[in-house]
């Protein structure tokens, strides 16, 4: 394969899992031998130290603040002279709509990763960039459906596995960490790891767990910062079970928590396909989550998991109970949701997937938006 110059557009390196994704996959780009770098809008960041290898351009001299705010952004891919453009999150599509006319050289490739509402200059990039990627069959259909792009130009290519488990690391994290929070092996911890935005619906989880049965043991964390933490940890406290939820913050490695953890616990009303559910199946956890998009493609229903209606905190509860009170089925559904996970979701394959489009992008038969089959992961 030829080696390329690939350039992923970011916007800010904050502690998603898209961010993580492009730091992913500009890794695994590097290591085939090609020329990945990444361009970001903002310096720094949550997940600017984890970069590695990775070189970097931030567009803004000093950090303002501002996601949308992209001086010299056509200058700067110019100069760059990728063969491939790779956009990643809402701003860097909103800002990048332009970049399929200013280097028309290059091959803009989009991504849908998000079930949230779209801006319309996100919708511009989808149209006019030479293909888009989606990281659900549920979001490639958004795109074939109401926004109407052909079958031709879009593929399905899902997110990689970031943390991958380390087996004896994570049996000395288990201990450790239930020792220091003073728990028992018995008792059964729910984890969410996310960023607090409403759209994630920690409050679901909280109200979810004040239903559980008055004798039963359990501890909920949460992992992850945002703008709802605060109402997140009133509630609690207003629900009476501050004493069994524990607010972790930021973590730059989660593995250990995942360990740590026997049931993954997941109450979004939008997502496109959840990394969170993704890595706690890696890590044996079964999983309770909401039917938002893409988690049907993350679990397997039944199987590794129990899926309830979203903003049912009622549901929710009864998963939660019916899981928490049979340490075997927790075991059990783990063991499924591994192999699943593992294989589904390996890192080096989906690197491969988007180096194979990259390819047929750049051949010669490529002329505009008319282009061969789309690739599926």
């Not at 701003?91 to 280097?103: D, K, N, Q």
Request: glycine share 8%.
């Amino acid at each position: 394969m030829t080696s390329r110059r690939i350039l992923i557009v970011q916007d800010f390196l904050r502690s998603g899992g898209t961010e993580r994704q492009s730091i992913h996959l500009a890794r695994e780009f590097r290591a085939r031998g090609h020329v990945a770098s990444l361009l970001t809008f903002r310096p720094g960041g949550a997940l600017d130290g984890s970069l590695g290898d990775v070189p970097r351009v931030a567009l803004q001299p000093f950090d303002t603040g501002l996601n949308w705010f992209a001086p010299g952004l056509g200058r700067a891919v110019r100069r760059a002279a990728p063969d491939v453009v790779l956009l990643m999150g809402r701003m860097a599509h909103a800002l990048g709509a332009g970049l399929p006319s200013a280097i028309p050289a290059a091959r803009v490739v989009a991504t849908l990763r998000t079930g949230k509402p779209l801006p319309r200059r996100y919708e511009l990039a989808l149209r006019r960039s030479a293909h888009v990627v989606a990281n659900s069959a549920e979001s490639a259909a958004r795109l074939l459906g109401p926004l109407g792009l052909p079958a031709d130009r879009v593929s399905v290519i899902h997110n990689a596995l970031v943390f991958q488990p380390v087996s004896a690391a994570d049996a000395t994290a288990r201990s450790a960490l239930r020792e220091r929070e003073g728990l028992s092996d018995g008792t059964p911890v729910m984890l969410c790891v996310g960023m607090f935005r409403p759209e994630k619906n920690q409050r679901a989880l909280i109200e979810a767990a004040a239903r559980l049965p008055a004798g039963r043991d359990w501890r909920l964390w949460f992992v992850g910062d945002g703008p709802e933490r605060e109402a997140c940890a009133a509630l609690c406290r207003r629900l009476g079970v501050a004493d069994r939820v524990r607010f972790l913050g930021f973590q730059s490695d989660p593995r250990p928590l995942y360990a740590a953890a026997d049931l993954a616990v997941l109450a979004s009303r939008a997502e496109s396909l959840s990394n969170f559910l993704i890595e706690a199946q890696a890590h044996g956890l079964p999983a309770v989550a909401a039917r938002a998009t893409g988690v049907d493609e993350c679990v397997r229903e039944g199987l590794s998991a129990r899926l309830v209606p979203p903003d049912d905190p009622a549901a929710m509860a009864e998963a939660m109970q019916a899981y928490l009170c049979d340490p075997a089925e927790r075991l059990r559904a783990g063991r499924l949701g591994t192999e699943h996970a593992r294989s589904a979701f390996a890192p080096a394959a989906r690197a491969d997937d988007y180096l194979r489009l990259f390819e047929r992008l750049r051949s010669p038969r490529f002329v505009g938006h008319t282009s061969a089959a789309s690739t599926s992961a």
